[in-house]
């Protein structure tokens, strides 16, 4: 397997894990499914869209996660990019509600059995597993996120979209009847107009 490569160790302190699906959607962050990742290891932060690799999580892939966990946990040289990943998993996988939004954007397709299960294992293996969080090979993806989710004008803007979104169907109506209300005044204008001033 082609590892990607290990981001640059970070001198920022207050580098820190990433909030869950649901957080993030409320800073902006929106998630895609990238089709052409050359490894499921291939997760990338671009503009405020997370691009994830789509994994088919069945009973294959719970037992390769399982052994390559356990292999770089005893391995204390090699490369942390399995448990990194699925730590990172453990991350956005907070509740059943974030697994439904990757479920939803094709990020996870469940060929394994409930959802729930799918749940515990990312949970629990986020607690369990010990992954350096200032050197590990997404970092700089975390520490892009964390930004992203604290630039003061960026949250402005997503707040004044959630207000618009949610009022949405009202605003749409009223701007609708406004304009219906200004074309009929300009037709009755214009009928005026021509029934004073007759054409010469």
Not at 72 to 100: A, P, R, W
Request: a positive charge.
């Amino acid at each position: 397997m082609n590892y990607p490569k290990k981001d640059v160790k970070s001198n920022n302190l207050s580098l820190k894990f990433i909030p869950p699906v649901t957080k993030l959607i409320k800073i902006g962050v929106y998630f895609k499914a990238n089709y052409e990742a050359g490894s499921f290891l291939d997760v990338e932060f671009q503009n405020g869209m997370l691009l994830v690799p789509q994994i088919n999580f069945n009973d294959f892939l719970y037992s390769f996660l399982l052994n390559c966990l356990a292999f770089e946990q005893c391995n204390f040289h090699c490369s942390k990019h399995i448990t990194t990943y699925v730590v990172f998993m453990g991350c956005l996988i907070n509740t059943s509600i974030d697994l439904g939004l990757l479920s939803e954007s094709e990020i996870i397709v469940n060929c394994f059995g409930s959802d729930h299960d799918i749940e515990k294992f990312f949970k629990d293996v986020r607690k369990d597993m010990i992954v350096g969080i200032d050197d590990h090979y997404l970092s700089s993806l975390f520490m892009k996120v964390n930004k992203y989710g604290k630039d003061w004008w960026h949250l402005q803007w997503v707040k004044i979209k959630h207000a618009y979104w949610k009022r949405g169907g009202a605003l749409m109506s009223f701007t609708m009847g406004f304009v219906l209300l200004y074309l009929a005044v300009i037709q009755t204008v214009f009928t005026v107009f021509s029934y004073y001033v007759p054409n010469q």
